[in-house]
């Protein structure tokens, strides 16, 4: 659970506030449109149309390919109906704050912002590139990605996400999921070794479990023993 203290959010949101009140606004419009509501067009076309406006102005301004691709991914789960609130890493934490247990994170807020704004320009194409053409697939690959989660089929997640990324994208793949690895495991070292009987859980995106990239591995190689729980459906 990346768990984050509220000072950081207000930080966080005090300084991406204009990015945050965009992406409310289209996605209020996904939604709208998602369930299809009677709502006419004339008032959520414009909606669409100025928060499109507004990421291609922002983008001239700033020369930051990450904002743009970061609105098209939020806009595009939107409209599939997958929602933040019903996210693993929000259910576990709002289940910990509920039960009482302590929370911390492997990032914060504002480390994850600031490591989408330190991706070179490269990456930051790379990342724009990725998120315009599932856009422009109609999400299909979002879908079938979701089902194969859904499903717990690692080697199908593996070749759809992982090695396509890899193989596609390196320094992207190298960026947003090795190294973000390799910063983890002294974290999570540190939990395994903590004195007591106690037990951690850990909840990071599938794409941190999957390969010799991957958590699961490295920690393996370290000579720690891991086994899957659940067999797939």
Do not use: C
Request: no cysteine.
């Amino acid at each position: 659970h990346q768990a984050m203290t509220f000072a950081t959010v207000l930080e966080t949101l005090a300084h991406t506030w204009h990015i945050w009140f965009v992406s409310v606004v289209l996605i209020v419009a996904a939604v709208i449109d998602g369930i299809q509501l009677k709502v006419p067009n004339w008032l959520t076309f414009p909606m669409i149309v100025a928060g499109w406006l507004f990421s291609a102005a922002s983008f001239a301004w700033t020369g930051e390919p990450w904002y743009v691709g970061l609105l098209v991914s939020m806009m595009d789960m939107a409209d599939l109906g997958l929602e933040p609130a019903l996210g693993l890493d929000r259910h576990f934490g709002d289940a910990a704050a509920r039960a009482g247990k302590p929370a911390a994170g492997l990032e914060t807020a504002a480390q994850q912002i600031a490591f989408l704004d330190g991706m070179d320009a490269a990456e930051q194409l790379q990342f724009l590139d990725e998120a315009l053409e599932n856009s422009l697939s109609g999400n299909k690959e979002v879908e079938q990605l979701h089902a194969l989660w859904r499903a717990g089929d690692a080697e199908g997640l593996w070749n759809g996400l992982a090695a396509d990324m890899r193989e596609r994208y390196p320094q992207l793949y190298a960026h947003i999921n090795v190294e973000r690895n390799d910063a983890w495991l002294p974290s999570l070292e540190q939990r395994l070794q903590a004195p007591g009987d106690d037990d951690t859980l850990v909840v990071v995106g599938a794409l941190h479990l999957l390969g010799n990239d991957g958590l699961v591995q490295k920690l393996r190689a370290r000579g720690y023993a891991v086994e899957r729980v659940g067999a797939p459906r």
